[in-house]
């Protein structure tokens, strides 16, 4: 017996198991990117990283805000009183004026139609630890979740992980646009309790990550309908809510559900974080709002393993009351997002890619079936491999998003400056031109040099890997998004 394994002996499963999900092509990308991380004068021939979900674009206008307002915090002369409180005060409830300003954003964020009532704010360390602890809450080990299907990979880090549960996937295809139907739902629902699966509920993102799209309202009906009928939960994951920067408008369940006759409300849950829609991911701000009283209960007790730091609250409470910088932010973050998005579109276009058509999100959902030897996911994983190691891009395969067709890429546009923007579209105009010019046996040359199966692609596993935004080995898995 190795060392390793009598090392492991004395730890425990979760220490030991694989279950976090970094054995994903998704969090490669992220290491090659770290290993290799692009600067336009540095490092001009690096990987430019397209695989974070970062809203970058309005930085600007909130670091005005900041000179502007100096008061918010209490790390300068003008509101340096306030240090003693904020340093001595930490309540699991957080602070009353956060919870507030943060039930008045969401509601901004959904264009005022419905409200929000502080009381059910509870607090959590970003989107990641919020998801965890709606899961804490709503289920126990070996329980499953429904979840359509392509979705976040990360999900299994933050769904599974610690609680033990399990995802039970609800296959959607481009064939509908990738719609949630009743009839997959059924079908999914009615194949894991044939298996003796518990299913605790359902979680759905809205706006979609990775297709940027906004559910509508009839699919919102039709799901809470679903979720009454088999008395099982909804988590709703809305994060991405005010990135929406084209028609058609965004629909909340929690709009929903107020014309609903007999809803059973205590069933839904919504995840809403700070990350997205302010490009805010560093403050890990992550909020569970429940309409079940035993979850918000219980959900505040919980929160004390990942509260909100009190100095981070009480800047952002100060932040989110100011209601003209709010709506500024919003009008402006969404013309930023629709001209970024435009630019993107056009140069795939040009390039004769298509691109699932999509009104929100920080991302592309690209569809390069063209240039895949067959079709296939050891060709989309040959495909993407090329991508990371010759195109120099860290996009992500469809794949990693348990996507149910092969040749689907999510690229994110919204995490750079203009210039960087700029190169990154040259080496997609130039690796395209090469790839659709060239002849089939060309084609093959790079194919045969490529390592085929997910398990093959550990290129990255082993290696002190370095972040260009920080001086100590840092893992990409606790920013991936």
């Known amino acids: 017996m190795g060392l390793e394994s009598k090392t492991n002996q004395l730890l425990s499963k979760i220490a030991t198991n694989d279950k976090h999900g970094e054995n994903s092509p998704y969090f490669d990308g992220w290491k090659a990117y770290d290993k290799n991380p692009f600067h336009p004068s540095k490092n001009p021939q690096g990987v430019i990283q397209m695989g974070l979900a970062e809203n970058q674009l309005c930085f600007d206008l909130t670091e005005e805000w900041i000179k502007n307002n100096p008061k918010a915090s209490i790390c300068t002369p003008e509101g340096v009183h306030k240090f003693r409180d904020i340093a001595n005060f930490q309540d699991y409830h957080g602070l009353p004026e956060f919870r507030t300003a943060v039930a008045n954003f969401m509601s901004k964020v959904r264009g005022g139609r419905v409200k929000f009532d502080p009381n059910r704010i509870v607090m959590s360390g970003g989107a990641t630890g919020a998801n965890e602890l709606i899961m804490f809450c709503l289920a126990d080990p070996g329980d499953a979740f429904l979840v359509p299907t392509p979705y976040y990979p990360a999900f299994l880090r933050d769904l599974c992980w610690r609680t033990g549960l399990q995802l039970v996937p609800v296959e959607c295809d481009s064939s509908n646009n990738f719609k949630i139907t009743r009839s997959a739902l059924e079908e999914a629902y009615n194949k894991a309790r044939e298996n003796?699966?518990?299913?605790?509920?359902?979680?759905?993102?809205?706006?979609?990550?990775?297709?940027?799209?906004?559910?509508?309202?009839?699919?919102?009906?039709?799901?809470?309908?679903?979720?009454?009928?088999?008395?099982?939960?909804?988590?709703?994951?809305?994060?991405?809510?005010?990135?929406?920067?084209?028609?058609?408008?965004?629909?909340?369940?929690?709009?929903?559900?107020?014309?609903?006759?007999?809803?059973?409300?205590?069933?839904?849950?919504?995840?809403?974080?700070?990350?997205?829609?302010?490009?805010?991911?560093?403050?890990?701000?992550?909020?569970?709002?429940?309409?079940?009283?035993?979850?918000?209960?219980?959900?505040?007790?919980?929160?004390?393993?990942?509260?909100?730091?009190?100095?981070?609250?009480?800047?952002?409470?100060?932040?989110?009351?100011?209601?003209?910088?709010?709506?500024?932010?919003?009008?402006?973050?969404?013309?930023?997002?629709?001209?970024?998005?435009?630019?993107?579109?056009?140069?795939?276009?040009?390039?004769n890619i298509t691109r699932f058509p999509s009104n929100a999100g920080l991302f592309c959902w690209m569809n390069l079936k063209s240039l895949l030897k067959e079709q296939t996911f050891e060709a989309e994983m040959m495909l993407w491999h090329v991508i990371i190691n010759e195109v120099k891009l860290n996009v992500s395969p469809g794949s990693s998003f348990s996507c149910s067709e092969p040749g689907w890429f999510r690229v994110c546009f919204a995490n750079m400056d203009d210039e960087t923007v700029e190169v990154a579209l040259g080496r997609i105009r130039t690796f395209i031109g090469k790839e659709t010019m060239k002849p089939a046996m060309q084609v093959k040359s790079w194919q045969r040099n490529l390592r085929l199966s997910f398990s093959s692609s550990r290129r990255f596993d082993h290696e002190t890997v370095m972040s260009p935004h920080s001086p100590i080995p840092q893992s990409p898995l606790v920013k991936a998004t």
């Open 196 to 351: 003796n699966i518990n299913v605790k509920g359902l979680i759905i993102t809205n706006p979609s990550n990775p297709l940027g799209t906004t559910l509508d309202r009839d699919t919102l009906k039709s799901l809470v309908s679903f979720i009454n009928e088999n008395n099982i939960h909804l988590v709703c994951d809305e994060i991405y809510a005010a990135t929406v920067f084209s028609s058609p408008s965004y629909v909340s369940v929690s709009e929903v559900i107020q014309e609903i006759e007999s809803c059973k409300k205590d069933l839904i849950h919504i995840i809403y974080s700070l990350s997205k829609d302010m490009g805010f991911p560093g403050f890990r701000v992550g909020i569970v709002y429940s309409f079940n009283d035993v979850v918000v209960n219980c959900g505040r007790k919980m929160s004390s393993f990942g509260l909100v730091s009190t100095q981070t609250q009480h800047m952002l409470a100060s932040m989110l009351s100011d209601d003209r910088f709010v709506d500024k932010f919003l009008a402006e973050s969404s013309k930023r997002l629709a001209k970024r998005h435009n630019i993107f579109s056009k140069v795939l276009e040009e390039v």
